[in-house]
T-cell receptor, first 112, second 112 residues
Framework: KQEVTQIPAALSVPEGENLVLNCSFT??????LQWFRQDPGKGLTSLLL?????REQTSGRLNASLDKSSGRSTLYIAASQPGDSATYLC???????????FGTGTKLQVIP | DAGVTQSPTHLIKTRGQQVTLRCSPK?????VSWYQQALGQGPQFIFQ???????QRGNFPDRFSGHQFPNYSSELNVNALLLGDSALYLC???????????FGSGTQLSVL
């Protein structure tokens, strides 16, 4: 059974800082891994998808890396902004039928 | 192009009642998954539908059932509601199994 841990659980930083969110998972036999953000009481917005054969994906100020063999992924956010405040969730996909497992997320607050 | 749409947005029920939640996938998507998200937790996989069949199921009791229609829209039914069923119910769709998930805004269910 896949288990996902995200560290830290919460993070508060001043605007402009670069930051790293960590995700670890127990079953390294994954198909891909997706990072999402969630605003309070809302649905999830996809940020980045990394295929199992990839090491890294970038979108604007976001960069996600994947080390499948060690069961780890990191999300790097450059030059953080107050609008980045949200909960960030990582979700490895363990099967072709898309059995996706979520961590409990990292709640980020960026202070102006 | 409409994304994933869910209805209703909020719902209040009492214990023992039955509820039906609805989801229309993003245009061009044929796979629909349902997730339950309790407060402060990550989403938990309920089941996935593809070609009008349940293809994969998470660890949820038979009180949770679903259906997919020929137009790919889907319903989630929950019978004999319990207080613990109170949660945000999220629907996700994808174009191809195993690829990027797109989520709706969710249905907030409160069981009193």
């Amino acid at each position: 059974k896949q288990e996902v841990t995200q560290i830290p659980a919460a993070l508060s930083v001043p605007e402009g800082e670069n930051l790293v969110l960590n995700c670890s998972f127990t079953d390294s036999a994954i198909y891909n891994l997706q990072w999402f953000r969630q605003d309070p009481g809302k649905g999830l917005t996809s940020l980045l998808l990394i295929q199992s054969s990839q090491r890294e994906q970038t979108s604007g100020r976001l960069n996600a890396s994947l080390d499948k063999s060690s069961g780890r992924s990191t999300l790097y956010i450059a030059a953080s902004q107050p609008g980045d405040s949200a909960t960030y969730l990582c979700a490895p996909n363990s099967g072709g039928y898309q059995k996706v497992t979520f961590g409990t997320g990292t709640k980020l607050q960026v202070i102006p | 192009d409409a994304g994933v749409t869910q209805s209703p947005t909020h719902l209040i029920k009492t214990r023992g009642q039955q509820v039906t939640l609805r989801c229309s996938p993003k245009s061009g998507h044929d796979t629909v998954s349902w997730y339950q998200q309790a407060l402060g937790q990550g989403p938990q996989f309920i089941f996935q539908y593809y070609e009008e069949e349940e293809r994969q199921r998470g660890n949820f009791p038979d009180r949770f059932s679903g259906h997919q229609f020929p137009n790919y829209s889907s319903e989630l039914n929950v019978n004999a509601l319990l207080l613990g069923d109170s949660a945000l119910y999220l629907c996700a769709s994808s174009e191809v199994q195993g690829e990027k998930l797109f989520f709706g805004s969710g249905t907030q269910l409160s069981v009193l």
